[in-house]
């Protein structure tokens, strides 16, 4: 009898855990279904981004268009992403470097968000009236060793994302507000403009 109680017993935990894995894959689905809503959104964003001993903040506008279209707007960095192409602009050195956008580079932020978070899986989830926190691991152990993400609980929209990278590299993004992109043709077209355009893709 105890043989077979144990067996049931270890039945109900792997019916458990594989309920918990689907939810959370569900949940990953839906967040991201979201922020890449095909009507885009416009978020106004506090943004701070630190590599080795030095770091950058300010605050700006991030616009995402589907899957393929996004930007943003910082006073230290502007970022251009249209489909395979990704647009960086620093202000302070008046250029613009230019490449193919690599949506598996675990280590690129825009790549995680563009590609509904594959490649991670949640290690926690932590819920209340108001909001859902995640922790999510990568499969592989290249790019960000971990995510955060903080999401209201009506809507699943962030309201804050916090990735690390070791001691080397943080980003930690605070969602201000949360609109509707008016101007989604013109996420299309645009381009960034400076004194120096470095193609990399030549």
């Known amino acids: 009898m105890l043989k077979y109680g144990s067996r049931i017993i270890a039945g109900l935990a792997l019916f458990v855990a594989a ?3 689907e939810y959370d894959e569900e949940i990953l689905y839906d967040i991201s279904g979201t922020v890449l809503d095909k009507k885009g959104h416009t978020f106004e964003v506090r943004w701070f981004y630190r590599l080795d001993e030095e770091s950058w903040k300010g605050e700006g506008t991030l616009k995402i268009f589907g899957k393929d279209y996004l ?3 910082l006073p230290f960095m502007e970022v251009l992403i249209q489909k395979s192409i ?3 602009k620093y202000p ?3 250029q613009v470097l ?3 956008f690599n949506r598996r580079d675990s280590s690129n932020l825009f790549a ?3 590609s509904e978070f594959d490649g991670f899986i949640v ?3 932590s819920a209340s009236e108001e909001k859902v926190e995640l922790t999510l691991l990568p499969e592989t152990p290249v790019g960000f060793d971990r995510l955060e993400i903080t999401v209201d609980d009506n809507s699943l929209m962030p309201k804050n994302i916090h990735a690390v990278s070791g001691e080397e590299m943080e980003v930690n993004v605070d969602v201000l507000s949360v609109g509707p ?3 989604r043709e013109m996420l299309k077209v645009a381009r960034l403009e400076a004194g120096e355009i470095i193609d990399l893709r030549e």
Request: charged share 35%; aromatic share 4%.
């Open 181 to 183: 992109l008016e101007d």
């Open 71 to 73: 930007s943003l707007d």
């Open 92 to 94: 302070e050195e008046n």
């Open 86 to 88: 990704m647009s960086v």
């Open 112 to 114: 995680v968000l563009l």
């Open 98 to 100: 230019i490449d193919y």
């Open 123 to 125: 290690e926690d989830i």
């Open 19 to 21: 309920l918990a894995s």
